[in-house]
């Protein structure tokens, strides 16, 4: 089966505007950056990219609501501030948003410290699956 039609690279989890290319470069781009040695690297590795990607969407999340809720993308406000800051209250958007946001870039980092915590304890391509809590 192709690696685009499902598992971990599949286009399912690409957003109307991204594309296939645009991900697999990013995802080229990280792995290599990252370096993974053995197989528990690569994994903590594919998570970290996957988070990042996810991660680099908030910026166009928040504009669109934005958007949605009444101010331009040239920051011209089309109600009023109190409506404004009402609707957001009421529909507590930009809370539930950032809430999944810091659950990302947490996840993201402990991905780090974990591939971090693998390269200082294990020095080469062993697994230690005290990694793991076993």
């Given at each position: 089966m192709h690696s685009k039609e499902c598992g971990l690279f599949s286009q399912k989890g690409l957003l109307p505007g991204e594309t296939w290319e645009g991900y697999a470069a990013f995802h080229e781009s990280q792995l290599h950056q990252l370096c993974p040695r053995?197989?528990?690297e690569r994994h903590l590795a594919e998570e970290y990219i996957g988070l990042s990607w996810r991660l680099r969407?908030?910026?166009e999340f928040e504009a669109e609501i934005f958007t949605r809720y009444g101010i331009s993308p040239e920051g011209n406000r089309r109600k009023s501030s109190l409506a404004?800051?009402?609707d957001l209250q009421t529909?507590?958007?930009l809370t539930n948003l950032a809430q999944y946001e810091s659950k990302?870039?947490?996840s993201a980092l402990e991905c780090l410290k974990t591939l971090l915590r693998c390269r200082k304890e294990g020095?080469?391509?062993?697994?230690n699956?005290?990694?793991f809590g076993f």
């Open positions: 053995n197989p528990l969407r908030f910026p404004l800051v009402n529909d507590n958007i990302l870039r947490k020095g080469g391509n062993e697994v699956q005290s990694h």
